[in-house]
């Protein structure tokens, strides 16, 4: 169904169709019409950039795959991506993986922050989470030392570093990565993964809250001269 439904609603094939055979119909018009069929067994089609994906009606998107690395704008349905593929394990009683996987979701989240907003950024990882995590505060402007930042709000923003570093033990002590010292169980997999979502999301918000108020600009990457 995901295949049939992502070649359908293809906006290059209605592009052609309307240049050629004159049609009234539109992608969105089509996609508004596949909902109302969709509905019925729980699911819809979502414009994810420029191409539509079938999720859940409750939010869980379909097909799921790593996309951080090569997808060119960090979006909500990617996090939803990758918190599906944490939940999945935790299903799967796998909650050394999901432990790992709520790691990698907060990591690339933080990375991709600051490819967008940093022109001197060059791909790098040092694997330290607390760092890359700090580097991407201080670019959203939420770094707790700013005398502008109210109090209540300096504590909330200290509260994020520590889920940061609880991730970064958890995973050390209780993932897969570096060999199981400590055994989780159901619900340490469960509080890393909201953790790391609850963090991810916001991150996520308050770089497009910033950007859409003019605060911030996504920087292009800087070219060295050789």
């Not at 109302?36 to 729980?42: P, R």
């Not at 799921?64 to 599906?84: C, G, H, P, Y």
């Not at 010292?181 to 159901?186: E, H, S």
């Not at 600009?217 to 070219?223: A, D, L, V």
Request: proline content about 2%.
């Amino acid at each position: 169904m995901r295949e049939v439904l992502h070649d359908l609603l293809d906006p290059r094939l209605w592009t052609e169709l309307q240049k050629h055979d004159h049609l009234e119909w539109t992608v969105q018009k089509c996609a508004t019409e596949v909902n109302e069929l969709l509905k019925y067994d729980g699911y819809e089609v979502v414009l994810d950039g420029h191409f539509y994906k079938v999720r859940e009606l409750a939010g869980t998107i379909i097909d799921v795959e790593n996309r951080f690395q090569t997808a060119s704008e960090l979006t909500e349905l990617i996090i939803e991506e990758q918190i599906k593929k944490c939940r999945e394990k935790i299903e799967c009683n796998d909650y050394s993986g999901a432990i790992t996987n709520a790691r990698t979701l907060l990591e690339s989240v933080c990375i991709k922050i600051e490819s967008e907003l940093d022109s001197s950024y060059t791909p790098s990882s040092d694997g330290d989470l607390a760092k890359l995590f700090n580097r991407a505060r201080k670019l959203l402007n939420l770094d707790p030392s700013r005398q502008d930042i109210s109090d209540a709000l300096k504590q909330v923003l200290s509260g994020l570093m520590n889920i940061v570093n609880g991730l970064a033990t958890m995973r050390n002590k209780m993932s897969d990565s570096h060999g199981v010292t400590y055994k989780p169980n159901r619900h340490h997999a469960k509080l890393a993964v909201n953790s790391a979502k609850t963090l991810a999301d916001f991150l996520f918000d308050s770089m497009n809250y910033q950007l859409e108020k003019g605060s911030l600009k996504k920087e292009k990457p800087s070219t060295r001269s050789s």
